[in-house]
């Protein structure tokens, strides 16, 4: 079988490492390729039978959306969730609509567009302000934390004039943040131990959250992981359980992380990623399933024996 790993058109330095690590794993069981996503995908992409889509740009409003799509049109099998799980979880206001229809906790929330005013509202502050369709931690600050009217409409206008799109306001839950990983297996929806991210050691005035500069700046080495997570036996058994509900609410598919903040014993979904990146040493995500006994090429294998098993190949 021909498995071609379709991967941007600018890489950075962690998705060139993710691109190494994962054509190097499937190249244990298959014959693969690169393709990457540009003017002659469609083209080249015809030369085999499976994508394994790491894709994640593609445009602003509908980046992530776009392989899959176009994938799907074409009838070529592919790993991941669809275009339409995809355009869910990039916008977050329509991620936290659907889990507050199912009747799955996540932090109070309203929408502030651009051009608009701040609206009344009875949400109790701290409140947090983030861009809409943003990722891995962009937009997110200091600054983003608010206690008053004032700052919360500061921060809206930043995210408008920054990002140009929508601003997403919800209360933020100071408690613990957890990150969940699950894989799709023959007849189970495999959990993996779950990962505390614990900010405490965090140097005194910067923020106890996965900000950009926290995330992306040299902070994150203040960071500790536990693995598994310092979680009661049954509070682990309601994020696992809701976890599973998630992902089948959503339409996730093959592998999913979910990111979940615990105060007084209820749970918080925060965000959802529906395509998690892959690169060694970095994504919570291999972390959890090392956890679990899976080595690296062992997760990406299975990866796309789930994808086969749902196509029949």
């Not at 929806?189 to 050691?201: A, K, T």
């Amino acid at each position: 079988m021909k498995v071609a790993v379709v991967i941007d058109e600018v890489l950075d330095g962690n998705k060139k490492k993710m691109l190494s690590s994962v054509r190097e794993a499937l190249s244990k069981e298959y014959e693969v390729g690169v393709v990457k996503f540009n003017e002659n995908f469609m083209k080249e992409i015809k030369n085999y039978d499976l994508a394994f889509n790491m894709s994640t740009s593609g445009g602003k409003d509908t980046r992530q959306l776009h392989v899959p799509a176009i994938l799907d049109l074409m009838g070529i099998p592919y790993t991941g969730a669809p275009a339409s799980t995809h355009a869910l979880c990039m916008d977050k206001f329509f991620t936290k609509s659907i889990l507050s229809k199912y009747g799955i906790s996540t932090p109070e929330f309203f929408v502030v567009h651009p051009f608009e005013n701040v609206p009344d509202h009875d949400l109790e502050y701290p409140l947090i302000v983030k861009p809409v369709r943003e990722g891995s931690s962009k937009g997110l600050r200091k600054e983003s934390v608010v206690n008053d009217r004032e700052s919360l409409e500061r921060a809206v206008r930043w995210i408008h004039k920054n990002f140009n799109e929508a601003a997403l306001v919800e209360e933020f839950i100071e408690g613990r943040e957890v990150t969940i990983g699950l894989l799709e297996e023959e007849n189970n929806l495999r959990v993996f131990p779950i990962i505390e991210i614990d900010f405490s050691s965090l140097p005194e005035g910067i923020e106890k959250f996965y900000s950009d500069r926290v995330k992306n700046q040299g902070y994150d080495r203040y960071v500790t992981y536990h693995i598994p997570a310092r979680l009661s036996e049954s509070m682990e058994n309601k994020l696992k359980d809701m976890a599973r509900r998630v992902f089948k609410v959503l339409g996730l598919r093959d592998y999913a992380r979910m990111d979940v903040r615990i105060k007084d014993d209820k749970y918080y979904v925060l965000d959802v990623n529906s395509l998690p990146l892959l690169v060694p040493g970095y994504s919570d995500i291999l972390k959890m399933a090392e956890a679990d006994g899976l080595s690296y090429d062992d997760l990406v294998l299975k990866i796309v024996k789930s994808a086969r098993r749902r196509y029949g190949i």
